[in-house]
């Protein structure tokens, strides 16, 4: 890409990849056809819906056209679902670990491939292990997969060490099939747990005070299979929000929802952008360098670490000087040795980064090295002068449905290259 041009106009979000590939997991709870709508045409995607085949459904994903890059899945899961999910698939996607909950609650045993993902940190799976063993189940772990047996989960209290996202969510699949009421306590707040739970009622499930630290379900004997439509994708949102204010451009973002993203917005506005909520959507705008903001990863409604390698490229073109904070995951900070060969100054001490804004970063070429720090690494492209290189976008298509075409629709000056061999 060529930097120089500020991104302006409009922006279409699909769903959230972080919620659709729950909600995809959540299918295996009913037999009978789940339609899904609003699903990001990436890579994840394609692998959780591989995952699916493998455990015997049929699944099948269209493009809607409509410019966001999103579509329609459907899946057929069988009376009797396999309980054994492939090493090789599993290992490339850390939510694969979501189909767990479902399967032990609905089969009784789940035969699941310790997870693979982003290199942003130990990632450990204690909290669903102990959860899970909590409602019943008896978990081992032998050559490289969980195996989980369950006749019988049994509802019960658990609290969560931390409010992680994944544990939370593949607690409450377990827990919709329990018997008898599950309170899962430190409970993660996310918007896409609501979405998990909204589907999930849909589907007959009980459950009370989703999106609080204390939720409640009341096991029931059988789900029924929904079409159900994925909320806003709030990261992509915030992508496209920090990319309008460090090229110092004018984006409306449709779709996106201004209180999945409040302390992100806060922030830009503070940074001195103009953030306007509007009824499709969140427009944002900037005329001036913005200014160093400090910024602290938490959990929701804190600021989402997800967006964290976008803040440390914004801060890096910024007036004054930002210390970001990284709470949630230890390894993130991993893409800045990238992020300074483009020019930055940034200087990390264990979870925290000092960044000393610069006018502008300098062309070269650098590496993705997992989702976001590939998002944030675009986005440091289009501020540096020249033209630079970001390799392994492999990492991007994993998060980001059309990534280059949606820039370009901004006014981006960037092509896809395949390289030879
Ligand atoms: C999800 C998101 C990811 C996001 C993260 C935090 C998906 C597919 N991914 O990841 O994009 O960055 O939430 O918002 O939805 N932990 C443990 N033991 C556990 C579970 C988690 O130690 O049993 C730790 C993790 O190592 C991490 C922290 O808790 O340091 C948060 O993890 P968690 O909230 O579970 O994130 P994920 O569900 O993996």
Do not use: Q, T, W
């Given at each position: 890409m060529t930097g120089g041009t500020a991104l302006t106009g409009r922006v279409r979000v699909t769903g959230a990849k972080n919620s659709a590939l729950k909600l995809m997991a959540a299918a295996?709870?009913?037999?009978g056809r789940t339609t899904i709508d609003e699903?990001?045409?990436?890579l994840d995607v394609a692998i959780m819906s591989e995952v699916l085949r493998r455990l015997g459904c049929d699944v099948d994903y269209r493009r809607t056209g409509d410019g966001g890059g999103g579509g329609r899945v459907t899946i057929d899961v069988p009376e009797a679902p396999s309980t054994e999910t492939d090493y090789d698939l599993v290992r490339r996607m850390r939510a694969s670990i979501s189909v767990l909950g479902p399967l032990v609650a609905r089969c009784g045993s789940a035969k699941v491939a310790l997870p693979g993902g982003d290199a942003i940190g130990s990632r450990g799976l204690d909290m669903h292990i102990s959860g899970l063993e909590r409602l019943g189940a008896t978990i081992v772990s032998e050559h490289g997969f969980l195996v989980a047996t369950a006749p019988r989960l049994v509802g019960t209290s658990i609290w969560l060490d931390f409010p992680s996202v994944g544990a939370t969510e593949n607690l409450v699949m377990a827990a919709v099939l329990a018997s008898g009421t599950t309170v899962i306590d430190n409970a993660a707040r996310e918007p896409e747990i609501v979405d998990l739970c909204s589907m999930l009622r849909a589907m007959g499930a009980l459950i009370d005070g989703a999106g609080t630290s204390t939720i409640t379900v009341e096991g029931v004997g059988s789900l029924s299979p929904v079409t159900y439509t994925t909320v806003p994708d709030r990261i992509v949102a915030g992508t496209w929000a920090i990319g309008a204010v460090m090229t110092r451009g004018d984006v409306l973002v449709e779709r996106a929802v201004a209180e999945h993203m409040a302390v992100a917005l806060d922030k830009l506005t503070d940074a001195g952008a103009t953030v306007e909520a509007q009824p499709g959507g969140v427009r944002v705008a900037m005329t001036e360098r913005p200014r160093c903001v400090d910024i602290v990863t938490l959990p929701f409604p804190g600021f989402p670490t997800d967006l964290q390698p976008m803040a440390v490229a914004l801060a890096a073109v910024s007036t004054g000087t930002a210390l970001i904070t990284e709470n949630?995951?230890?390894?993130?900070?991993?893409?800045v040795n990238e992020l300074v060969r483009l020019g930055a100054d940034v200087r990390i001490d264990g979870h925290h980064a000092v960044v000393r804004g610069r006018e502008k970063l300098s062309s070269a070429p650098v590496v993705a090295t997992d989702i976001r720090a590939g998002a944030g690494l675009v986005l440091a492209g289009l501020v540096s002068d020249g033209v630079t290189e970001v390799q392994e976008v492999h990492h991007v298509d994993r998060g980001y449905p059309d990534f280059v075409e949606q820039l370009r629709g901004l006014g981006a000056t960037i092509e896809r290259t395949e390289r030879p061999g």
């Open positions: 295996l709870l009913a037999p699903v990001p045409d990436i949630v995951f230890e390894g993130r900070f991993m893409f």
